[in-house]
């Protein structure tokens, strides 16, 4: 691929990511909430999380087998884009809590065609001098467009217009105009695969990626006490805390803010640091986020722990998209990226389905209050133990 063709390649895969970023952001954050508006209980928000979570990153290990073998990454880009975009236009018309639910889940699995595709298409296209420089940039472009499209649904129903529909039409628009960026501008990249084998998934060996493997379980207990916090969160904030649409929105955008904030210092550096120490002091640090829930839920004190977090989310982030690079085969990473988001998919599930059933239990003899604090503590210490562990990858 000569220079020009590179650089227009590189930089319609900057643009769908932004356009993802804002597809996401104008939907996610407000599809637990919505699941709230529809009558959803605290263990069918639990449901939502675990089911959505787990749908993502289960089938991503399909998709990204299937993706690598073929060699049609582009392809899975594109289909993928197209109808998980379709599926907000009919949540428009949804008014049940478990059709509503059923139609996010397969927003999940459609959604999942293109992350593996994305990564594995990315690390070909990328020069391998400029993997951190590029992942870096995609997280940096990633919490932009989240803090816009959030920005955008919160000041919309603030202003007394329906965020909710506001929302799922930038996210459809958005996820289409991305699909139809990567369809002109990236077509199939020759590769040279002589020296190389794909993976069969009945002879897939651990052992012969042992720090990969590492990496993979310390995410995936990590990602259970983080997801434990997801249910959570959104129970507190709607009933505990009582925040409306708009103030929701406002802890979105200061996440984010802090987050590009927080990549942008690092810029000029990423390249000279230790990751899994980076990702050692950023989940370590993470551990502080629901004790601020469990303690003081009131805006000003929320403001205050999203802008702290942001920014060790967006090292985490960004450090774990680097590790999977520097640490897989360039042939099989759709494969391998699928199998950690697989492991730490299901670590979500269990998490988030633990606490929402959880929360529900333990509500029978305690308050709302005492009970969250106590599912609060217990994701804190794993959290904080988890990320102490990740040193061992050094």
Not at 89 to 115: K, Q
Not at 225 to 247: D, G, H, R, Y
């Amino acid at each position: 691929m000569n220079q020009l063709k590179n650089n227009k390649v590189e930089f319609a895969l900057y643009t769908k990511a932004l356009l993802d970023s804002i597809h996401y952001g104008a939907s996610s954050p407000f599809i637990p909430i919505y699941g709230v508006e529809l009558g959803a209980s605290p263990i069918e928000i639990g449901l939502l999380y675990a089911l959505t979570n787990f749908s993502l990153n289960f089938f991503q290990l399909i998709w990204g087998y299937v993706s690598d073998k073929l060699r049609q990454h582009v392809l899975f880009i594109v289909l993928s884009g197209i109808l998980s975009s379709l599926i907000f236009i009919i949540l428009l018309f949804t008014r049940s809590s478990s059709i509503f639910i059923f139609l996010v889940i397969l927003h999940s699995i459609i959604g999942s065609m293109s992350i593996p595709a994305f990564i594995a298409y990315s690390s070909q296209a990328v020069d391998r001098e400029r993997w951190r420089r590029f992942s870096e940039n995609v997280n940096s472009l990633n919490y932009a467009g989240w803090i816009t499209a959030t920005l955008t649904v919160g000041l919309t129903s603030h202003l007394g217009l329906n965020g909710f529909t506001i929302g799922f039409l930038i996210a459809a628009m958005s996820g289409i105009l991305g699909t139809v960026i990567i369809w002109i501008f990236c077509k199939k990249l020759e590769t040279d695969y002589t020296n190389s084998k794909l993976t069969s998934l009945k002879c897939f060996k651990f052992s012969t990626s042992s720090k990969f493997l590492n990496f993979v379980l310390l995410s995936t207990g990590f990602g259970f006490f983080l997801s434990m916090a997801w249910p959570l969160f959104t129970i507190t904030l709607t009933k505990v805390s009582n925040l409306t649409l708009f103030e929701i929105s406002i802890l979105d955008v200061v996440y984010g803010l802090s987050a590009v904030f927080g990549l942008a210092l690092l810029r000029n550096y990423f390249n000279m640091l230790n990751i899994p120490r980076i990702l050692s002091l950023t989940s370590s640090l993470m551990a502080f986020t629901p004790l601020v829930y469990a303690v003081a839920p009131q805006l000003p004190y929320l403001i205050a722990i999203h802008v702290f977090v942001g920014v060790f989310s967006a090292y985490y982030d960004a450090a774990s998209l680097t590790y999977i690079l520097e640490n897989t085969p360039i042939e099989e990473r759709g494969f391998y990226s699928a199998l950690y988001n697989l492991s730490v998919g299901s670590a979500f599930l269990a998490g988030s389905l633990i606490a929402g059933y959880a929360l529900e239990l333990l509500q029978n003899s305690w308050t709302l209050f005492h009970a969250l604090a106590f599912l609060y503590l217990i994701t804190a210490l794993g959290r904080l133990v988890i990320g102490l562990l990740y040193r061992k990858l050094c």
